[in-house]
């Protein structure tokens, strides 16, 4: 290359640029063969170009992280970072005089100059850096976190009902994203109401406004304040998300849960909101037997509400009645373009709610797969 990459020198890490480098630099038969082998594993040879971008938008590095954190980015970084885009466009459109592989165009023109890093500059200011722009949802799991590949695509439109249960938790969440007064959250409610999707549907809703969101699970609850403190770095908003939630007497991570619940205690600065799902409003399960042989019977009662008050924004999803689950099989019908008479879809629902032991959203949408998968292939439904 003309000069060694400073900025962007994470490209160096990247398997299938460093052998296109190495070939560039030694021009020998192993080298390219090696570069082409790879090249197609990666599913590149159609726009190289392309691949080699990707990995410069995708990069965390000094520029990226500065105008996710909404900073001026100082002229000598600013000078830096288009030396080494300049390095690697120069580089990469060297075509292949052999025809073994397409250079592609995404380092044109267009892509050059102080113009092109403003508006890389306005980019990662919205979506962040790095992993935070290819995922929006991931785990944390021994001390790092971890992308999900593929997160619930489920949209607020494809919920049906429910409509103040969803307008408390969107209004909270964009109190949280605008930086304004917010509290934790916990949804509460029978299996099957549409707690998880919910959460997942707002993460959707909000994501491009700089929402990402952290799974811990249950076990993990004692890196509460260590995953915060892992998350305050990053110029992002960040939905901390237990699901299912429910802790036994005594259990050592009910402290450090009311610790982390205090984050809307110090000045709504925090940029962690724990939102968490539960069957129940009272998260801890304690046995009657177990208080009644308490010395501090009250003071026990006291532990387990003060820990659901913790929580400033406690929304219940309860179950549909006959009326309301009716209402949501109709609206799904329709989504799915099912054409059948009112009576008889109503009637089949209700027998599928008996059949399966009752009615929830969750029925109601396996209810409607099934009829959709019947009548698609013009079969009578059957169950």
């Not at 935070?132 to 999900?148: K, M, N, S, T």
């Not at 304004?180 to 909000?206: D, I, Q, W």
């Not at 909101?273 to 010395?295: G, L, P, Y």
Request: aromatic share 10%.
């Amino acid at each position: 290359m003309q000069h060694p990459l400073t900025v962007l020198s994470n490209l160096y890490k990247n398997d299938l640029f460093a052998a296109f480098l190495r070939w560039r630099e030694t021009g020998g038969e192993k080298e390219f063969s090696e570069f082409l082998s790879l090249l197609y594993r990666r599913g590149a040879q159609d726009d190289f170009s392309k691949y080699v971008y990707d990995a410069v938008l995708y990069d965390e590095n000094p520029y990226s992280v500065t105008c996710a954190a909404k900073k001026e980015p100082s002229s000598y970084l600013v000078k830096a970072f288009l030396r080494d885009l300049d390095a690697v466009r120069a580089e990469v459109c060297s075509a292949d005089p052999r025809g073994m592989y397409a250079v592609g165009k995404e380092f044109g023109p267009d892509r050059a100059g102080k113009e092109h890093a403003a508006k890389l500059r306005a980019f990662y200011a919205q979506y962040g850096y790095g992993n935070f722009i290819r995922y929006r949802a991931f785990q944390f799991e021994d001390g790092a976190l971890r992308p999900v590949e593929s997160p619930s695509a489920v949209q607020l439109s494809d919920l049906k009902n429910y409509e103040e249960e969803k307008k408390t938790v969107a209004q909270n969440l964009e109190n949280f994203l605008e930086g304004l007064p917010h509290s934790n959250m916990l949804l509460y409610g029978e299996r099957g109401t549409g707690k998880s999707s919910t959460v997942h549907a707002m993460l959707n809703r909000y994501y491009k406004d700089g929402l990402r969101l952290v799974e811990l699970s249950k076990e993990n609850m004692l890196l509460l304040s260590r995953l915060k403190e892992h998350l305050r770095a990053v110029p992002l908003k960040f939905i901390v998300y237990i699901d299912d939630l429910s802790l036994s007497a005594g259990d050592e991570r009910i402290s450090s849960l009311k610790a982390a619940l205090e984050g809307c205690a110090e000045g709504y600065t925090d940029n962690a909101m724990i939102v968490a799902t539960s069957n129940r409003r009272h998260i801890i399960d304690e046995k009657f037997s177990q208080r009644e042989d308490s010395v501090h019977a009250g003071d026990s009662m006291q532990e387990e509400l003060s820990l659901s008050d913790r929580f400033g924004i406690c929304v219940l999803f309860s179950t549909t009645n006959k009326e309301q689950y009716l209402s949501i099989i109709r609206q799904l019908a329709a989504d799915k373009g099912i054409d059948m008479p009112r009576e008889e879809l109503d009637l089949l629902a209700e027998r599928w709610a008996i059949a399966k032991g009752g009615r929830s959203p969750r029925r109601a949408k396996q209810f409607i797969d099934l009829v959709y998968s019947f009548t698609s292939k013009g079969l009578p439904v059957e169950f």
